[in-house]
C-alpha cells in the first residue's frame, strides 16, 4: 500500500463550480498535511498546510484533514480556469528530516 | 523569497555519459532535495542534505550520487547515464511548512 494515494484524474470543470480533490494516506502518525500546484512545465508550489485535523481556509481554497480515516481534501470555489494545473497532497513523513511524501497528483482542467 | 535555481531546463544526453544537474538556492537554507516526477508514480526521493558535504539516500539512489560542496548548491550526479533516467528532475529547499522547487531539468537520455 502506498503511504499517499490520490486520484489521478484528469478532473475537468467549468468555470465557477467547487471542486473537491482528495488524498488517503496511511500512517496515522503523519501530522502535517500540504497542497501542493504545479502548473505544465514548472516546479511544484506550496499551496496550503495544516496540522492534525480540521480545516483552514485561504480565500477561495480550503484544506481539510479527517484524521479518523485518513483522508484529507482541498476544496476550491469558484474555480477559475487559471486554477488548472496538477494538484499534490504530500506529508512529512517524519523524523528528524521530515522527507515530504507525495501523491501522484490530480490533473484538474477548469473550462472557462 | 526564496529562490531556487536549475541551471538547465531541458537537456539531452547520450547512454552512459555522466551526466551533472545543477541546483542553487539563494536562502541560506540547510536542507535541500532531488526528486524525480513520473507520470503515474508522482515525486520520488532520490537524495537529500541537510549541512555542507552531508548527505543521505532517498527511496530510489541507485544510478545517482550527489556533491554539496557549499551551502548553496546542491548536484546530482547520473554516473552513467541510462534511458530509464529520462525523466523530470526537481531540486528543492526546505522551509518551516514545505518546500521550494526549482522550475526543473527535463532530461531526456537517448
Known amino acids: 500500500q502506498k503511504e499517499v494515494e490520490q486520484d489521478p484524474g484528469p478532473l475537468s470543470v467549468p468555470e465557477g463550480a467547487i471542486v473537491s480533490l482528495n488524498c488517503t494516506y496511511s500512517?496515522?502518525?503523519?501530522?502535517?498535511f500540504m497542497w501542493y500546484r504545479q502548473y505544465s512545465r514548472k516546479g511544484p508550489e506550496l499551496l496550503m498546510y495544516?496540522?492534525?485535523?480540521g480545516n483552514k481556509e485561504d480565500g477561495r481554497f480550503t484544506a481539510q484533514v479527517d484524521k479518523s480515516s485518513k483522508y484529507i481534501s482541498l476544496f476550491i470555489r469558484d474555480s477559475q480556469p487559471s486554477d488548472s494545473a496538477t494538484y499534490l497532497c504530500?506529508?512529512?513523513?517524519?523524523?528528524?528530516?521530515?522527507?515530504?511524501?507525495f501523491g501522484t497528483g490530480t490533473l484538474l482542467a477548469v473550462q472557462p | 523569497d526564496v529562490k531556487v535555481t536549475q541551471s538547465s531546463r531541458y537537456l539531452v544526453k547520450r547512454t552512459g555519459e555522466k551526466v551533472f544537474l545543477e541546483c542553487v538556492q539563494d536562502?541560506?537554507?540547510?536542507?535541500m532535495f532531488w526528486y524525480r516526477q513520473d507520470p503515474g508514480l508522482g515525486l520520488r526521493l532520490i537524495y537529500f542534505?541537510?549541512?555542507?558535504?552531508?548527505?543521505e539516500k532517498g527511496d530510489i539512489p541507485e544510478g545517482y550520487s550527489v556533491s554539496r560542496e557549499k551551502k548553496e548548491r546542491f548536484s546530482l550526479i547520473l554516473e552513467s547515464a541510462s534511458t530509464n533516467q529520462t525523466s523530470m528532475y526537481l531540486c528543492?529547499?526546505?522551509?518551516?511548512?514545505?518546500?521550494?522547487f526549482g522550475s526543473g531539468t527535463r532530461l531526456t537520455v537517448v
Open positions: 528543492a529547499t526546505r522551509q518551516s511548512y514545505g518546500y521550494t
Open positions: 500512517n496515522s502518525a503523519f501530522q502535517y
Open positions: 495544516t496540522y492534525s485535523s
Open positions: 504530500a506529508t512529512p513523513r517524519g523524523g528528524a528530516t521530515n522527507k515530504l511524501i
Open positions: 536562502m541560506d537554507h540547510e536542507n
Open positions: 542534505s541537510y549541512d555542507v558535504k552531508m548527505k
